[in-house]
């Protein structure tokens, strides 16, 4: 949890550039602050998108008792390949915050692909993270009126749902679907139940 947290931090803080230049850009925060919070923003969900599934539904991990692939190796391909599709995508000029959100289903898919049993863990985790960051969405916008103005470039272009930029949850629910499953992937692990 706490790895892939750190993981997707700094993957937030290196994708930055795309983001701040076609999806949003926070006004009035210096190079350090947007850094910490891009580091932070990558952080915290990326740490929760990969335990939700677990910790709602009561699962634990077990090791599995055939593991024919080297999940590790092909995780750094994943990696990569989810890296080089984004750039491909925001070089094409589809919108950061959807290349991103292809790249990770792209991810989710390859590995449920190899991992068959993993894909209920994507698709609920996919579901109930994004919900809490839906929630999330709600109360931020609340306590922040004109935030999503200010900051948002494209995202009444995109449209909104419930008041949320569609770009942000196609995001979430990727995040969670890529994420859930991803320690189980890596470490050759099943869930089962508590």
């Not at 092909?74 to 915050?97: D, T």
């Not at 200010?150 to 890529?178: Q, Y």
């Not at 859930?180 to 508590?194: D, M, R, V, W």
Request: glycine content about 10%; proline content about 3%; hydrophobic content about 50%.
């Amino acid at each position: 949890m706490i790895l892939a947290g750190i993981l997707l931090g700094i993957i937030s803080v290196l994708t930055e550039p795309w983001y701040s230049r076609d999806y949003w850009h926070p006004e009035g925060l210096d190079y350090l602050r947007r850094a910490l919070g891009d580091f932070f923003f990558g952080f915290f969900p990326g740490s929760v998108a990969c335990v939700i599934y677990e910790a709602v539904l009561g699962k634990k991990l077990a090791k599995r008792h055939n593991r024919q692939h080297h999940w590790k190796k092909f995780f750094w391909l994943l990696l990569l390949g989810g890296g080089a599709l984004f750039l491909i995508l925001v070089y094409h000029g589809i919108n950061s915050i959807y290349a991103s959100s292809i790249s990770l289903v792209v991810i989710a898919l390859a590995m449920t692909t190899f991992r068959k049993d993993l894909f209920w863990d994507a698709v609920l985790s996919s579901l109930l993270f994004g919900l809490l960051c839906a929630t999330g969405y709600e109360i931020f916008f609340s306590i922040y009126p004109g935030i999503l103005q200010a900051w948002w470039l494209s995202a009444h272009a995109s449209g909104l749902i419930a008041g949320i930029p569609i770009g942000d949850l196609t995001f979430e629910f990727s995040l969670g679907m890529a994420m859930g499953p991803i320690y189980e992937f890596l470490i050759g692990a099943k869930l089962k139940n508590k």
